[in-house]
């Protein structure tokens, strides 16, 4: 995908008490869509995903993709792209004191228009979430409103990159991951 462009998707602020997500990296061809759930506290201060310098998403997606910390974040982002991998999460804005998903208020989900992104990007042939959360309000919030077509699209829940999800160490982790490279 040499030359990939990032769309210009719309994208919303919600309300000053909640915290509000990010635009999805993403372009037309892409084949997989990786979900998380809400940025935490120190995307949100960055303004980029998974930025919490001991989240292992940019390691992962560093040995599968390139995509590697070291690089900038717009780097990554374009690397993402090249790959035909999208970025974005369940929840357009929520609720939630500090970063850990268990801490989301399931009342104030508001979450990102997925049918309508999933309609727009017709090669997505599998959504992988990152860690059960996100998997969990997809679930609950978006997957009653797909179409049927839209419904078909191949999902697996992937172990979360988070810090906080210390039970497998980062080789375990990334070998799970490795379905990323399935479609």
């Excluded at 717009?74 to 090249?82: F, G, N, S, T, V």
């Excluded at 004191?97 to 727009?120: K, M, R, Y």
């Excluded at 697996?156 to 982790?173: D, G, R, W």
Aim: glycine share 6%; aromatic share 8%; hydrophobic share 40%.
């Amino acid at each position: 995908m040499k030359g990939a462009k990032l769309q210009d998707i719309p994208h919303r602020r919600i309300l000053p008490t909640h915290d509000n997500g990010f635009p999805p990296i993403a372009d037309v061809h892409a084949r997989v869509l990786i979900l998380g759930s809400l940025p935490g506290q120190a995307s949100l201060r960055q303004q980029q995903y998974y930025a919490h310098p001991q989240n292992a998403f940019w390691k992962i997606m560093g040995q599968l993709f390139g995509a590697s910390p070291e690089l900038s974040y717009a780097e990554r982002a374009q690397r993402l792209i090249q790959n035909r991998i999208a970025l974005w999460d369940v929840c357009a804005a929520a609720q939630r004191p500090g970063s850990l998903d268990t801490a989301i208020v399931h009342s104030s989900v508001v979450p990102n228009d997925l049918p309508a992104f999933i309609a727009s990007h017709p090669e997505i042939g599998l959504i992988c979430f990152n860690g059960g959360k996100a998997a969990d309000l997809y679930r609950r919030l978006v997957l009653p409103g797909l179409p049927a077509t839209e419904c078909a699209v191949r999902t697996k829940t992937l172990p979360s990159t988070s810090p906080a999800h210390a039970a497998m160490t980062f080789e375990e982790k990334l070998a799970r991951w490795t379905a990323v490279l399935q479609n």
